[in-house]
């Protein structure tokens, strides 16, 4: 949600924020902006209501020049999409640019105290240039007669610190001063921010992906902790002053990882790399010989595995939705009770913990503000917190007290794709492993462990019907809207599949268990609302067969997606069959899924949406 990036070293700094801003567009994209200072000590700023590529062209007109600078792309939380609301924001002098992502909580307040003092020269509605303003200001007062520049930075860097001890709410900030050649200074409460190390330059940013290109070498802030740059070196500090230790770690992606390829869309990419990040998730975590799985990173011992007695499942959009699987999987596998909470809702309410209570967060960004809210308080009520992510050095990664990571991949669609399949197959995992340690035979866990091993060839199938879905696409790109059935295992995928429909054509759609039909969306049933029954040839598919009949008398069209026996027994009620390969139950979802996906993503090129950038969405929704 927002991107920054931050550039000071000795090459052209537009071009490399530019190209860094390309990278981070899905995590914001309703306006862009830059600010670069010159040889002359100017500061030059570029910026306008829309997407990176209205900048570049701005860029193109008006071009910048100079060695160091900040960028933002925005998504907006305080204050219209205009020209004047993009970043970067200013102080009251106009020498200091700041880009920031997150919510000053208390910008009124300070906007107040600041216009009391004087300050009248505020140019947009923002809660950012409030921020902007209280440096500035706390800078101009300390250094005033100072000439010097080693002086003028540890001034700088003192008005930051103040400055950010006066505001409640979220930030991760990079700034610039005209006044102080070749620095910049980046700090993080709550939204990521990420250092990037060169050689004679850095960087800084709100994702590794925009500075990949550049350097693989990285130090990952922490909150409170507020970073001075220049060329050559970098200095980390607390709020409070005090400097630390701080790891450079090698980023595992490289910049090839992150393009589209031959693919239209990110999204489709993704999609089609299921087989592969599937056989990730999975890779090394399989115990044939012992039936089991393997999950070191859990960090609990067998005594303490065999003590949990109740798992609380919670994250946002998508993942609470892989969790809403993972609660059927481990009640199934493990008999363990396992509840779903999103994770918003879960942090403010008094869910009451039992002492066996584990808790897993799960995210494919790590950065969520809900899912870490959730960890957080889950934490500070002393209850053990796993971590299922996918963004290895996220804040949830390092706030966990252990977890499994995805190893997707990057993923850039701003739709979750991939993800969605291995959390679900890291949660089978996780059933697995509590299961023997409970009920669960030697032969059942072979059994689904040669399930897990049979998938990543069952979804290079199931991808083959990509043209099928497109047809199906195509035939009813003028529908009004969709609703998604299903029951057991893929009821919530009737909810990811209404989810994924909603966020890339902007058609109305939702997901119910099927039985709940009866109980009120009948009333909705009519032709052009197409029903989706995700209806595969298991122990209810005679049920869902009951509810599609139920659709069908009331002239409701219906694409239903099954396997094995099933097209049979529904050639003459479906309108369209998607015919799955079999398997068990408790692996079905990671298949069903998929034809969702490519319905929605074939759905919305017909519709000419931005598939990759859907409207008002970002991807790492890092504010509340
Ligand atoms: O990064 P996270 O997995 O924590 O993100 C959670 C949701 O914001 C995310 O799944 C969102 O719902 C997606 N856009 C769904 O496609």
Redo the contacts with the bound molecule.
Sequence with gaps: MCGIVGYVGRAKAAPILLDGLRRLEYRGYDSAGLAVVNGRHELQTRKCAGRIAALAKLMVKKPVSGSFGVSHTRWATHGKVTNENAHPHFDASGKLALVHNGVIENYQTLREELISGGDTNFRSETDTEVLAHLIGKLYDESCATTVDTPQKKAHMLEAVRAALQRVIGTYGIALIHSDVPEFMIGARRGSPLVLGVGKGENFLASDVSAIVAYTRDAVYLNDFDVVAVDREKFEISSLAGETGDHQVSKVEFTAEDIKKGDYAHYMLKEIFEQPGTVRDAMRGRLSPEECTARLGGLNMTPPQLRDVGRIILT?????LHAGRVGEYLIEALANIPTEVEYASEFRHRNTPLTRETLVFT???????AD?LGALRESRRKGFRTLGICNNVASTIARESDGGVYMHAGPEIG???TK?FTSQVVILTLIGLLFGRMRTLSTAEGSRIIESLEALPEQIETVLKLSDQIKEIAKKYADVTGMLFFGRQFNFPIALEGA??MK?ITYLFAEGHPSAELKHGIIALIRPDLPSVFIAPDDGVFSKNLNNIEQVKARKGPVIALTSGNGASQLKTLANEIVTLPEAPDCVMPVLSVIPLQLLAYHLAVELRRDVDKPRN?A???TVE
């Design positions: 994250g946002c959009g998508t993942a799960i995210s494919q960004s790590g950065e969520t899912t701003v739709a979750a993800s989810l994924k966020e969405l991807k790492s929704v």
